[in-house]
Nanobody, 125 residues
Framework: QVQLVESGGGLVQAGGSLRLSCAAS??????????MGWFRQAPGKEREFVAA????????YYANSVKGRFTISRDNAKNTVYLQMNTLKPEDTAVYYC????????????????WGKGTLVTVSS
């Protein structure tokens, strides 16, 4: 059973930065062959795609709303994926979830096999 644990959320002022981490309890060799993604869900809104990192070639993908401000990365040796969030805006306030799947398409469409419990990011104006 794979477990994902997010951390790094908190309260930050608009314009500030946070780095989220997602640690996977999975064998390192196996982790490196999974696609990883981040989603978020704001109060009263549906969960939405934020970013994804493909194990095959290392391609990254971003939602238009975060492109140029957020960066997804991964450290296979630590079984961890990161989301560096810069120039945060109040509309970035949400619970952020990481997800993992062998299919990039499933990962990006929110159909990932594994999900963490989320970490709350609050951006004050």
């Amino acid at each position: 059973q794979v477990q994902l644990v997010e951390s790094g959320g908190g309260l930050v002022q608009a314009g500030g930065s946070l780095r989220l981490s997602c640690a996977a309890s999975i064998r390192t060799f196996t982790f490196s062959s999974y696609d990883m993604g981040w989603f978020r869900q704001a109060p009263g809104k549906e969960r939405e795609f934020v970013a994804a990192f493909s194990w095959n070639g290392g391609s990254t993908y971003y939602a238009n709303s975060v492109k140029g401000r957020f960066t997804i990365s991964r450290d296979n040796a630590k079984n961890t994926v990161y989301l560096q969030m810069n120039t945060l805006k109040p509309e970035d306030t949400a619970v952020y979830y990481c997800t993992l799947d062998r299919s990039l398409q499933a990962t990006m469409q929110g159909r990932g096999a594994y999900w963490g419990k989320g970490t709350l990011v609050t951006v004050s104006s």
